[in-house]
Nanobody, 124 residues
Framework: QVQLVESGGGLVKPGGSLRLSCAAS????????MAWFRQAPGKEREFVAA??????STYYADSVRGRFTIFRDHAKTFLRLNSLKAEDTAVYYC???????????????????WGQGTQVIVSS
C-alpha cells in the first residue's frame, strides 16, 4: 500500500505560482500512475493532471493545460501551478493508481490511494 502526503498549498494572488508536492511512502513501485485532482467549494472533485510511471507521459485537463506541469522526482510527484486564476481555488489531492485503464484515467475510480489534500486559494 502507498501512503501519500501533499504539501505546498497556500494563498497566492492571481497570476502567481505555486508548487505542490506529493510524498509517497510504502510500496511506491506498485503505482503505475500518479495524478492530481482538485475539489472547489460546492463542486465535485475533478481531474487535473496525471503522469505515467514507466515513461513520464503526462496528461492534463483542458482547463489547466499550458499553465500547470506535473513531474516526478524519485518518490515525489509535483504539480507546478503557473498563471493562477481565482477559479483554481480548491483543495488539491494527490492520487496513485496501480493499474492503468485508458477509459478511467481522468476519473477517481482508477486511483486506489489518496492523500489528505492541500488547500490552494487564489485571491487578491
Amino acid at each position: 500500500q502507498v501512503q501519500l502526503v501533499e504539501s505546498g498549498g497556500g494563498l497566492v494572488k492571481p497570476g502567481g505560482s505555486l508548487r505542490l508536492s506529493c510524498a509517497a511512502s510504502g510500496r511506491t513501485s506498485s503505482s503505475s500512475f500518479m495524478a492530481w485532482f482538485r475539489q472547489a467549494p460546492g463542486k465535485e472533485r475533478e481531474f487535473v493532471a496525471a503522469i505515467k510511471g514507466s515513461d513520464n507521459s503526462t496528461y492534463y485537463a483542458d482547463s489547466v493545460r499550458g499553465r500547470f506541469t506535473i513531474f516526478r522526482d524519485h518518490a515525489k510527484t509535483f504539480l507546478r501551478l503557473n498563471s493562477l486564476k481565482a477559479e483554481d481555488t480548491a483543495v488539491y489531492y494527490c492520487a496513485a493508481a496501480a493499474i492503468y485503464s485508458p477509459l478511467l484515467l481522468t476519473t477517481e475510480e482508477m486511483y486506489e490511494q489518496w492523500g489528505q489534500g492541500t488547500q490552494v486559494i487564489v485571491s487578491s
